[in-house]
């Protein structure tokens, strides 16, 4: 899991329509008693870093048996969508607006919530890492593909980028100028990973974008 800031947590419109609060959310009830399960986000520190990118999602109904033991929600939406709930984030473009702004395929969304700006989809991460899909708009990318990265290199969201989503992101997200993110093209040669991939484990790779010799400082 990376623990860099994201596309999906940073600019002042997102953090303004960032969950903070538990959320009921009928839409996605508890399996076991049918109840609404609550929303719980990531906790955030006083500089307003959330710790971690994963919202939990659980039944607070007494006496439930799965009371009290969340799972991270990007779970609990794969498997409302895989019983046939529309998928509020689908692969695509253009992509769905919210907030003023376009909804990337790695920003999990549910109705009660909207996007849930500051959580990353795990799942779909670890695919786009691993098939090379563009974290924006979920469709694939070309053996050389973009990325946005900070000064040392690190990516914002170790995942690539299709050219035009990676000028989208740029244009409609302060996080990257904050962050003096920059657009760099790259084949995964020119990718230093690290951590490995388990969706089971809710471990995702970080990426570290490598400066041609020609542009060492
Ligand atoms: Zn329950
Ligand atoms: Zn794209």
Redesign the pocket.
């Known amino acids: 899991m990376t623990g860099r800031p994201d596309l999906a947590g940073r600019s002042p419109a997102q953090a303004r329509h960032a969950v903070t609060e538990p959320v009921a959310c009928p839409d996605l009830p508890c399996p076991d008693c049918g109840r609404p399960r609550y929303l719980q986000p990531p906790e955030v520190g006083p500089d307003g870093t959330a710790h971690g990118t994963t919202s939990g999602i659980g039944c607070a109904t007494i006496d439930c048996p799965t009371a009290g033991l969340p799972l991270p929600v990007w779970l609990a939406i794969d498997r409302a969508v895989a019983a046939g709930a529309a998928d509020l984030c689908p692969a695509g473009r253009p992509r769905p607006r919210a907030h003023g702004l376009p909804v990337p395929w790695v920003t999990p969304v549910t109705r009660a919530t909207g996007p849930l700006w500051r959580d990353l989809h795990t799942a779909r991460l670890a695919r786009a890492q691993l098939e090379s899909l ?1 974290q ?2 979920g ?1 694939g990318c070309d053996r050389r593909f973009s990325l946005i990265v900070d000064p040392h290199g690190h990516c914002l969201t170790s995942a690539p ?2 050219e035009e ?1 990676a000028r989208l992101a740029l244009a409609v997200c302060p996080a990257p100028s904050r962050a003096r993110a920059r657009t760099v093209t790259a084949t995964r040669a020119q990718i230093h990973t690290r951590g490995d991939i388990a969706v089971e484990l809710a471990m995702t790779q970080t990426w570290r974008y490598k400066e041609p010799r020609s542009g060492a400082t």
Do not use: E, I, K
């Open positions: 563009c924006v708009c469709l980028l299709h989503c």
